[in-house]
């Protein structure tokens, strides 16, 4: 299993579609198949960024892990999973706590 601290690929702060995306095309390249992505230190990500982090995770063929998410990037991750319930698109999400990330299972 690969492990990356998203701090030192991101910084802080994840701002932009474009960036989450490019990526996404590196984790596709990578060997392995389960990636571990660790959030400590992510103060932000916007929504338009916690959006398409979703597709490109339901269009990977690699297993991601997410730990370490604050209450501020699960909040976010909410704000999206409301957006497509509200427009009859579901899929199941992990329970969001300390550890483990509120992404789609």
Do not use: H, W
């Not at 990526?23 to 230190?41: A, C, H, P, R, V």
């Not at 992990?94 to 990330?101: I, R």
């Amino acid at each position: 299993m690969a492990k990356i601290r998203l701090l030192e690929v991101f910084g802080n702060n994840i701002f932009t579609r474009r960036i989450i995306s490019n990526f996404f095309e590196e984790l596709k390249n990578m060997k392995e198949n389960t990636i571990e992505l660790d959030f400590s230190g992510i103060d932000f990500i916007s929504r338009s960024c916690a959006d398409e982090y979703v597709k490109q995770k339901k269009g990977i063929q690699k297993k991601i892990v997410e730990v370490n998410m604050s209450d501020n990037i699960c909040s976010m991750f909410n704000v999206v999973k409301s957006q497509y319930d509200e427009k009859g698109i579901s899929f199941s999400f992990k329970v969001c706590s300390n550890t483990k990330g509120l992404i789609p299972a």
